[in-house]
């Protein structure tokens, strides 16, 4: 027996916290055959709690393991596809994050991908503006 269906709940999977979570949107295929799974993963997106944390000034800080990201060469441009998720995860503002960084960030942009050891140097510095 088939599971599919002719519509399709529109899924995205979070770029910081890489969970899916659904859009609200749903996507219905053109000519109404069953084709479709019951959940449709269109791209990335920011979760709930990621695009308040974004809104409110923050920028996510991922870590990912290099040896299972591909190339880390210029962290920001690892591909979300190919970022292995450590699971560990720090908000800095914005604004924080270019003082300590020296490096300008877009407003667009909600998160950074960092390598293993970046947040252990953040938590020891104890900055307070360094929210969880
Ligand atoms: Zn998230």
């Known amino acids: 027996m088939s599971d599919k269906s002719y519509v399709s709940l529109e899924q995205r999977l979070c770029l910081v916290c890489g969970a899916a979570f659904e859009t609200g949107a749903i996507l219905l295929d053109q000519r109404l055959r069953a084709s479709l799974e019951r959940h449709t993963t269109t791209g990335w997106g920011l979760c709930a709690d990621d695009q308040k944390r974004f809104d409110d000034g923050f920028v996510a800080l991922v870590e990912c393991d290099p040896r299972r990201s591909g190339s880390m060469a ?20 914005r604004t924080v994050f270019t003082q300590l960084f020296h490096v300008p960030i877009e407003d667009v942009q909600a998160c950074v991908f960092v390598e293993p050891g970046v947040i252990d140097r953040l938590e020891s510095m104890a900055a307070p503006a360094v929210d969880g």
């Open 74 to 93: 210029g962290a920001t441009r690892v591909k979300p596809e190919h970022a292995y998720r450590t699971g560990r995860l720090a908000h800095l503002r």
